[in-house]
């Protein structure tokens, strides 16, 4: 089946500090989406990616639809506290409908 | 709008219960999903729904069961509850469908069978 694979699987970070994660598989995805989840809440929509190059911005965060259309970054530029949570992937196959994949996530933790 | 509201927050169930998770949304939006988290993993979609009248399988589908006889809501069935559907339950809905991927989601329905 398709598969994301998200790394890092965990951070701890400096409050301040840049942070980058990333998303890649070996199949073809239309659409990269990103979602923060913070503790007890459901995941929250951050960044959607329709285009391979797409670089788009939502504040102190950035994404990038990879050329070859198999990756996605998600780039935090000064984390601050607020900034702790899950972060996901999701992919959109052409071939899977309208259902995303989803990576594993990448848990956030910034001290200050 | 409140977007998507799931019911309840937290539950309980002794094994071979069973109960239904409720999910309503109030975007008018012709596509809902159920999915399931397990910790360190992502999300599983369980069963998703194109619109009223119209449900289809997702990736573990197995012990649930759903319906979809309005465009609000999209409840979920769990007939007879096992330990291995202890999980947090998101439920989601997304507008077109055909051009439009993002998906918005519920606040989660913590499941426990003991």
């Known amino acids: 089946g398709q598969q994301l694979n998200q790394s890092p699987q965990s951070m701890f970070i400096q409050e301040g500090e840049d942070v980058s994660m990333n998303c890649t598989s070996s199949?073809?995805?239309?659409?990269w989406l990103w979602y923060k989840q913070e503790p007890g809440e459901g995941p929250v929509l951050l960044i959607a990616l329709y285009k391979a190059g797409e670089l788009t911005s939502n504040g102190r965060l950035t994404a990038q639809f990879g050329i070859t259309r198999k990756d996605s970054f998600l780039n935090i530029s000064a984390s601050i506290p607020s900034d702790v949570g899950i972060y996901f992937c999701a992919g959109q196959l052409k071939e899977y409908g309208n259902k995303l994949v989803f990576g594993a996530g990448t848990i956030l933790r910034v001290k200050s | 709008n409140a977007g998507v509201t799931q019911t309840p927050k937290f539950r309980i169930l002794k094994i071979g219960q069973s109960m239904t998770l409720q999910c309503t949304q109030d975007?008018?939006?012709?596509?809902m999903y159920w999915y399931r988290q397990d910790p360190g993993m992502g999300l599983k979609l369980i069963y998703y729904s194109v619109g009223a009248g119209i449900t289809d399988k997702g990736e573990v589908p197995n012990g649930y069961n759903v319906s979809r006889s309005t465009t609000e809501d999209f409840p979920l069935r769990l007939e007879l509850a096992a330990p291995s559907q202890t999980s947090v339950y998101f439920c989601?809905?997304?507008?077109?469908?055909?051009?439009?991927?993002?998906?918005?989601f519920g606040p989660g329905t913590r499941l426990t069978v003991t």
């Open positions: 989601a809905s997304s507008y077109r469908g055909l051009a439009d991927y993002e998906q918005y």
């Open positions: 199949s073809i995805f239309n659409t």
């Open positions: 975007m008018n939006h012709n596509y």
